[in-house]
């Protein structure tokens, strides 16, 4: 193991009004840190949600037609529970979303529409560490992303969005990315824990197709699971870990 993997994690920067996190699916920031997210809404800042897309591929025994609709209602609600009222959807392609420069001008739009100073997103490389492949998507929309909150601050990369009225934003100090296998820092999760189950739940329809277990225990155990074994890196208080960029 190295020393990246096993080391003391440190404490998230704190001093900070906006973030927005920017990911692939419906249930990506539930199953990744909504904790935390819990936590800075009660601190008083702003946290915005953008999704490339509506998951509309998500459910096996649901048309895509059918499904999007009902996923995005699902991601606003579990967004309320911890306290993010903003929830943008890029419409990207559920499945097939492509790293590129039309994604990371939708991204860089994003971050000059909401002036960050954190932007978060999911793991954006091959694994979640050892032979747990990832997904396509997040891979794209995870590189995408951390090329985004540079692009912002260029008024030359994507000169179209300043004609729009986007001015440009280089106010992005950091890019903490969840569900990295490679972590380096934490936000304590248990006061925003029974927030993040609610979260996860309201994510109902897709965890009912995936697992036959009962929807609130299955919620329950995974996020209280994670936040234990990532607290083994953080004093023992239960975390949700973040991989942090600095720019
Ligand atoms: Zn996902």
Redo the contacts with the bound molecule.
Sequence with gaps: MTESSTGRLRPMPEDWRRALAV???P??LEYGCAAAVAAWTDAGREVVYVLATRGEAGIDTLDPAVCGPLREREQRASAAAVGVSRVEFLDHRDGVIEYGTALRRDIAAAVRRHRPELVIT?NHRDTWGGVAWN?P??VAVGRATLDAAADAGNRWIFPDLAEQGLEPWNGVRWVAVAGSATPTHAVEAGPGLERAVRSLLEHRTYIEALTDEDPETYAREFLTSTATAVGERYGGKPAVAFELFGR
Excluded: G, I, Q, W
């Design positions: 990911v692939a699916h249930d990506d999911l997904t998507d997040h």
